[in-house]
């Protein structure tokens, strides 16, 4: 058995296609979105995906702007650049780049963004929407890489509903809101969340129909610790530089999982290009709630 790999960059692009006529017709009502981008310093990872979230906007026609602070600011220098993003008419939604440096007070930070313009979906009151409001649509954003996994997974062919899942790590911006996700009645999923104090992973991974690995360890998963057939998502990331000095990117999934699952969602070039494209997507769909309350 060979995988059928779910490519996330074949997917990130039909998206984006789709979204290129809501946003035309957001224009002719004169509403016109707009990303914002808050980074602080010069981490050479943040700053390429920050970029590539700008090169996205352009490409859909979403306005963007973007605050750049130096690697010595304080948290009130960060909290006052969130404080200009609320208030900006022209910034539908922004994102907080995270890792912060040492010093900021990352909560206090990420709980001054509006809710309205919480582009990430990682709000308290957003999260707290999509914990208590499990039979109704989101009036609200959903917190993009969980939004990712789903929607590549509905379109690869993966069935979700009913389907046990067995979730690897409790990260803020994928485990544990994924966790949460899942469990809408849109969705349906039964899930296991593991984590660090999990005391037999194989026998939760070895009886699940899709195995979501968003621990940050290399290969943990193993070919031998997956349902023949199973559907799997590599979220994790490790990083790792070779001789040379070039930075390469481990998954959490060991390479011969792919003979084993019916499914794979590879890393890189499957959850990563999602998480981009749901970034977008909750960017329109703010804006459209400009025009249309939900039902």
């Given amino acids: 058995m060979v995988a059928q790999k779910l490519d996330g960059r ?8 789709e979204l290129q006529q809501r946003i035309k017709d957001l224009h002719a009502e004169g509403i016109f979105p707009g990303l914002g981008t808050i980074i602080v310093g010069e981490d050479p990872g943040s700053r390429i995906y920050v970029a590539g979230k700008h090169r996205d906007c352009a490409e859909v026609g979403i306005k963007s702007m973007r605050i750049e602070l130096p690697e010595n600011a304080c948290t009130e220098d960060v909290l006052s650049a969130v404080d200009s993003f609320n208030a900006s008419p022209v910034c539908t939604g922004f994102i907080v780049q ?11 930070v990420l ?14 009151i957003n999260l707290g929407r999509l914990v208590l409001n499990t039979t109704q649509p989101l009036c609200s954003p959903a917190p993009c890489t969980p ?10 062919g993966v069935n979700w ?11 803020k911006t994928a485990g544990r809101p994924l966790s ?7 969705i349906n999923s039964t899930v296991d969340s593991c984590h660090i104090g999990t005391t037999d992973l194989a026998a939760h991974t070895r009886r699940a129909d899709i195995v979501v690995a968003a621990a940050g360890v290399a290969h943990l998963l193993t070919g031998d610790m ?8 590599d979220v994790g ?13 481990i998954g959490d999934v060991s390479p011969e999982v792919a003979e084993v699952a019916g499914y794979m969602s590879p890393n890189p070039g499957g959850v990563g290009p999602m998480t981009r494209a749901m970034l977008l997507v909750n960017i329109v769909e703010a804006a459209e709630r400009q025009l249309h309350s939900c039902a």
């Fill in 10 to 17: 074949q997917v990130a692009a039909e998206i984006k296609a």
């Fill in 98 to 108: 995270l890792p912060l440096p040492a010093g900021i007070d990352t909560e206090q």
């Fill in 111 to 124: 709980e001054r963004i509006s809710p309205e313009k919480d582009a990430d979906g990682l709000h308290p």
């Fill in 147 to 156: 939004r990712g996994i789903v929607e590549l997974g509905k379109r690869g």
């Fill in 161 to 171: 509903d009913g389907a046990n899942v067995c979730v690897i790590g409790q990260g």
């Fill in 180 to 186: 949460l996700f899942l469990t809408r009645a849109d």
């Fill in 226 to 233: 997956v349902k023949p057939g199973a559907a799997v998502f």
């Fill in 237 to 249: 990331v490790t990083r790792y530089a070779d001789e040379e000095g070039k930075t390469h990117i």
